[in-house]
């Protein structure tokens, strides 16, 4: 089992930036990949970043590739998310998610790919 817990969101207006972390204890030491994902009330949960944790390769969806960045940092077991020149259609709850096993790359892309989910934590941007 793998426990997660998000924190770093909160309000920022258009053009600023925030910095989202997610801690993950349990069987971390088996961990493939970790993502984020983000959801708003009413649509599908959407996939926004993945890092495979052994060799750093990431994947963005095209709307925040350059404006966000996704790293790990292996002495926390944890994985953070930088997201800068934030627009407001980037207003969502923001979930944290892993898988333990092998997932190719398309499949990391979707909510199927990952088995364990933070409870998620809630970014606002202002026009």
């Known amino acids: 089992q793998v426990q997660l817990a998000e924190s770093g969101g909160g309000l920022v207006q258009a053009g600023g930036s925030l910095r989202l972390s997610c801690a993950a204890s349990g069987r971390t030491l088996s961990t493939y990949a970790m993502a984020w994902f983000r959801q708003v009330p009413g649509k599908e949960r959407e996939f926004v970043a993945s890092i495979i944790w052994s060799d750093g390769y990431t994947y963005y969806v095209v709307s925040v590739k350059v404006r966000f960045t996704i790293s790990r940092d292996n002495a926390k077991n944890a994985v953070v998310l930088q997201m800068d020149n934030l627009k407001p259609e980037d207003t969502a709850v923001y979930l944290c998610?892993?898988?333990?096993?092998?997932?190719?790359?398309?499949?990391?892309?979707?909510?199927?790919?990952?088995?364990?989910w933070g409870r998620g934590t809630q970014v606002t941007v202002s026009s």
């Open positions: 998610a892993a898988v333990l096993q092998q997932r190719s790359s398309t499949w990391l892309r979707t909510t199927s790919g990952y088995d364990y």
